[in-house]
């Protein structure tokens, strides 16, 4: 067995050097725990960013990507086969949506809702129609399409020439959504909350008036839900909370169960675009992603996790709610369900080293957000050793308590 520097050390050496890692190797996982490679336990609030939604190793997600694994790995999509025919249809008949298209990760399922969509303009609105109007701090995934969806230019410097037709409004500014509106637009997208720039709501209002316009000119209302979807928010997808329903959606994250999977799915009379050749994934829908995406649907429902995610996410923002009566630095408490961010003055980076140190892990956005992602099927015990820790890391940050700053 090698130690957490022989994994660190060749990781440095061998791996290209895109991500900046905490200093810490995970070998194991169990629920809401993770180990180190030194055997040190962790409260994972991260879940491998909302991806662990069942928690580490779930029996029902390694039972049936076991069983598959004995029977069937891979054919590619030239033949049929059962697994993702299965999870087809429990995705299709849980949803408003009719048809789906498999691929493997969040930012490929954005890229097939944006080919879905141009084609989709140029078939029904007219040849001009090709330009998705997005958010400012949105974040679709990095391809280069995904990554010129995203609102945000650090994600695009470097990286130029970018496909042509995106362009972005301030999230939820309804005026500035309205104007952007033009005779190339085919398409809107947004996530129902922003994740990786900081667990930021999209109103209500914004989201109505966004379909009001795709209802008035035909242009198709997509919603990236790579990490509000499947229960993370306290309903199956996010867009349930507002009464407004989109004509596309992406899924990814938590649907394989810790295996790459992706899924955009669709209305027929936009699926209906996508005909033999338009569209295709070696991998998608593979049978054993799928099997484990057919054990986390089933297990989200039946154990009723989504309700768990309601009740448990509104016991913990009162409890981050409770730390702001303490702590002058937390400013706000934001979220739904259990996909929550806490806003502060200064200090993320600093209080999630120390939580990692206490065993907590969490995830800093800039200087001023922590966000948390704890599996659905965390308990309120679960909830209150993390804000424990949390307390305790605040405390050590030198952070003023109220009243005494
Ligand atoms: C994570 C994420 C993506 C990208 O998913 P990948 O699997 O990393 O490609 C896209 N959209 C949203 C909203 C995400 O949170």
């Not at 009740?311 to 369900?337: H, N, P």
């Not at 209080?351 to 599996?375: M, S, Y």
Request: net charge negative.
């Amino acid at each position: 067995m090698e130690g957490a520097t022989g994994t660190i050390a060749k990781t440095q050496k061998y791996i290209m050097n895109t991500y900046a890692r905490l200093p810490i190797a995970i070998a194991r996982g169990s629920g809401v725990y993770v180990w180190d490679e030194e055997g040190k336990r962790y409260l994972d609030f991260v879940s491998g960013i909302a991806v662990n939604a069942l928690g580490h190793c779930h029996p029902a997600v390694v039972e049936a990507i076991t069983r598959q694994a004995n029977q069937l790995m891979h054919t590619s999509n030239l033949y049929y086969t059962g697994p993702q025919a299965r999870v087809a249809e429990l995705l299709i008949e849980g949803s408003p949506f009719d048809r789906v298209f498999f691929c493997n990760s969040g930012a490929e399922a954005n890229e097939a809702a944006i080919k879905l969509a141009r084609k989709y303009g140029k078939e029904v609105l007219g040849p001009g129609h090709y330009e998705i109007i997005t958010a400012w701090n949105s974040f679709h995934g990095r391809t280069l399409a995904a990554i010129t969806a995203t609102g945000q230019p650090k994600y695009q410097k470097g990286f130029e020439p970018l496909p042509a037709g995106f362009k972005y409004v301030p999230l939820n500014d309804v005026e500035a959504l309205r104007s952007s509106v033009n005779d190339s637009t085919c398409a809107l997208m947004f996530e129902p909350i922003q994740g990786e720039s900081g667990v930021k709501p999209m109103t209500g209002e914004f989201l109505k008036e966004a379909r009001r316009i795709c209802d008035e000119t035909g242009a198709l209302l997509i919603l990236d839900e790579v990490q509000t979807g499947l229960g993370r928010t306290g309903k199956m997808f996010a867009f349930q909370h507002y009464g407004v329903e989109p004509d596309i959606i992406s899924l990814a994250k938590a649907l394989g169960g810790g295996l790459p999977m992706g899924a955009m799915l669709a209305k027929e009379h936009v699926a209906s675009h996508f005909e033999p050749g338009s569209h295709a994934s070696t991998f998608g829908g593979n049978p054993v992603a799928a099997a484990a995406a057919c054990a986390v649907i089933k297990t989200i429902v039946d154990d009723g996790l989504i309700d768990n995610a309601r009740d448990v996410g509104g016991y913990f923002m009162s409890g981050l709610s409770r730390l702001g009566d303490k702590y002058a630095t937390i400013t706000e408490v934001r979220g739904m369900g259990l996909m929550v961010g806490l806003g502060l003055s200064w200090g993320a980076k600093e209080i999630a080293g120390k939580c990692l140190e206490l065993g907590l892990l969490v995830n800093p956005i800039g200087d001023t957000t922590i966000r948390f992602l704890p599996p659905l099927i965390v308990t309120r015990r679960e909830v209150d050793e993390a804000l424990a820790i949390l307390d305790k890391a605040m405390d050590s940050c030198g952070m003023a308590a109220k009243g005494c700053a």
